[in-house]
Nanobody, 129 residues
Framework: QVQLVESGGGSVQAGGSLRLSCEAY???????????WGWFRQAPGKEREGVAS???????RYADSVKGRFTISQDNARNTLYLQMNSMEPEDTAMYYC????????????????????WGQGTQVTVSS
């Protein structure tokens, strides 16, 4: 099993930046077998949506709404996932979740909530205008 713990959320004004982190805890061989990492978000009254993903080949994918503003990355040990968020907008306000799965991401499935085996508890991000 893998436990994911997000941090870095908070309140920021429009145009500002935040950096989210997601640390993975568990057996090394389990974490090493994770081939798809993702960030999702869920605003009140809305469905959870994919924000970005990164796979074992360091291929990253982004939702159109965040392209050019958000960057997903990992540390070298691949047990910490990051989401750098710049030029933030009030529409970015949501609970942000980290997710991970052993199956490699692809363009068709990376944003599907049900394909991820592991989830964090979320960190709140609020952007004021």
């Amino acid at each position: 099993q893998v436990q994911l713990v997000e941090s870095g959320g908070g309140s920021v004004q429009a145009g500002g930046s935040l950096r989210l982190s997601c640390e993975a805890y568990g057996a090394t061989y389990v974490i090493d077998n994770i081939n798809c990492w993702g960030w999702f978000r869920q605003a009140p009254g809305k469905e959870r949506e994919g924000v970005a993903s990164i796979d074992i080949d360091v291929k990253s994918r982004y939702a159109d709404s965040v392209k050019g503003r958000f960057t997903i990355s990992q540390d070298n040990a691949r047990n910490t996932l990051y989401l750098q968020m710049n030029s933030m907008e009030p529409e970015d306000t949501a609970m942000y979740y980290c997710a991970a799965d052993p199956f490699k991401c692809d363009s068709a499935s990376w944003r599907i909530v049900g394909r991820y085996n592991y989830w964090g508890q979320g960190t709140q991000v609020t952007v004021s205008s």
